[in-house]
């Protein structure tokens, strides 16, 4: 849920990204885990699709 509450987006948003491929993310047992620096690396991709 921290990666949602960073990008200030919804837990299911959050997994559609994480289906679709647009977040790396890997299990860790049950849980989904997503590296900060993944999480840097779609906010930048998102910035420079806006900012063309």
């Known amino acids: 849920?921290?990666?949602a509450?960073?990008?200030n987006i919804g837990r299911?948003?959050?997994f559609a990204l994480i289906k679709s491929g647009d977040i790396r993310?890997?299990?860790n047992g049950k849980c989904r885990r997503i590296k900060r620096e993944w999480l840097l690396e779609y906010e930048a991709k998102l910035i420079k699709e806006q900012s063309y």
């Open 1 to 3: 849920m921290q990666a």
């Open 5 to 7: 509450d960073y990008l």
């Open 12 to 14: 299911t948003r959050l």
């Open 25 to 27: 993310s890997y299990k």
